[in-house]
């Protein structure tokens, strides 16, 4: 009888204990959370169309643009509007962007030195816009606990550059909601600490063959009423682009 109770005993605990360590097992590292995130945001294809809306005090102007990306090597941005900047095109090829300007028919090289510059005037960087750095691969990244941002319950992820990685910024906090893995809200800080810039997701919509953010407000730090604001209007992911499709000789092909 003795026996027969430990052993019931034993079984209870088990089954008491099983959850916890499923639930254990189950539980994803840092690197895991911010790569799901990635992965979900480009797919191993995207083709979308979007428009950017940059907001200042007493102005605001809007960029219509079509967009291809392919892994992490790959992108293309084409300008659909307004119709004197319609035509330019961005490209990144591996760790190189090109940008080609119709008006004067010349193709641009944008230099590493340029990646924390401005984008068409808005406030996001051109590293910002053709991902020349990787938050997966270019970063180490710590789980610093769960907040609840605006609704959404969410990992808080350290992202910290690696001392060699051709990175812009000093450190990114990124908060990836629990349901869905999408990056809803980032803070990236320069070399010195200083907080930059904020960037709000918001929108949840289902796109293609996924839900995801479709409204993104980047935020300068200490300037009141400045924003940009990115709405993706529609995009397909996981489509066959060919290699060839990213390159300088397509930029004056591309429409």
């Known amino acids: 009888m003795k026996k027969i109770k430990i052993l019931i005993s034993t079984i209870i605990l088990a089954t008491l204990l099983l959850p916890c360590l499923t639930l254990r097992a189950q539980q994803l590292t840092a690197t895991e959370i911010v790569k799901k ?3 979900k945001n480009r797919g191993a294809t995207s083709k979308g169309e979007m428009t950017m809306t940059i907001i200042r005090p007493k102005w605001k102007r809007s960029v219509g643009m079509k967009y291809w990306s392919k892994g992490d090597d790959y992108f293309m941005i084409y300008i659909t509007a307004p119709a ?14 090109w940008n080609y300007v119709p008006t004067i028919s010349r193709m641009i090289k944008i230099p590493p ?3 924390m510059q401005s984008w068409m ?5 051109n590293d910002d816009l053709v991902k020349q750095s990787s938050i997966v691969t270019d970063y180490d990244h710590t789980l610093e606990g769960e907040d609840t941002i605006r609704g959404m319950d969410c990992y808080k992820i350290l992202l910290i550059p690696h001392p060699e990685a051709p990175v812009v910024w000093g450190k990114i906090i990124s908060w990836i909601t629990k349901d869905g893995f999408n990056l809803w809200q980032s803070e990236y800080y320069d070399e010195d600490g200083y907080l930059q810039n904020t960037e709000y997701a918001s929108h949840i919509k289902h796109m293609g063959d996924r839900d995801v953010p479709t409204h993104i407000e980047m935020v300068p730090a200490g300037e009141e009423g400045k924003k940009t604001v990115m709405d993706i209007l529609t995009v397909i992911y996981n489509q066959p682009i060919d290699d060839a499709f990213f390159s300088k000789q397509n930029m004056t092909r591309v429409r």
């Open 37 to 39: 995130a990635d992965e």
């Open 84 to 97: 004197k900047e319609k035509g330019q095109v961005f490209l990144k090829v591996d760790k190189e962007m």
């Open 113 to 115: 030195s340029m990646m």
């Open 121 to 125: 005037g808005s406030d996001f960087t």
